[in-house]
């Protein structure tokens, strides 16, 4: 079976529109948790910190920044609430290579 442009089209056109989807929702816990920055947090109570890794690439299309952060925070908020019980995270640093680290408190 040979690929006819339009059908390559097709696919180019779906695995751009996956691209820019976000994929992680947050959950109702995750949405109780906020994010704060290290000087929010003073005088909470730092309960460890949450690595969470994202895929940059659907295939051969690479995702938008902005949708890779909003997913990592997604997922971070997540893990905050039903692993740690917590309610704010506070970013180490930005989103690099697919991984972003995140500070846990319960303030």
Known sequence: MTATPLRLTAILAGSLA?????FVPVTSEGEQVRVATS????GCERLGHT???I??????????PEKLAEEA???ARNAAATDWN???I???GPLQDGRQ???????
């Not at 996956?18 to 976000?22: E, H, I, R, S, V």
């Not at 895929?55 to 938008?64: A, L, N, S, Y």
Request: charged content about 25%.
């Open 18 to 22: 996956l691209g820019a989807c976000t």
């Open 73 to 75: 925070e997604a997922t």
């Open 101 to 107: 680290v995140y500070d846990v408190y319960r303030c």
């Open 90 to 92: 506070v970013p180490r």
């Open 39 to 42: 000087a929010d947090v003073q």
């Open 86 to 88: 917590a309610n704010v």
């Open 51 to 53: 690595t969470v890794t």
């Open 55 to 64: 895929r940059e690439r659907i295939g051969v299309v690479r995702r938008p």
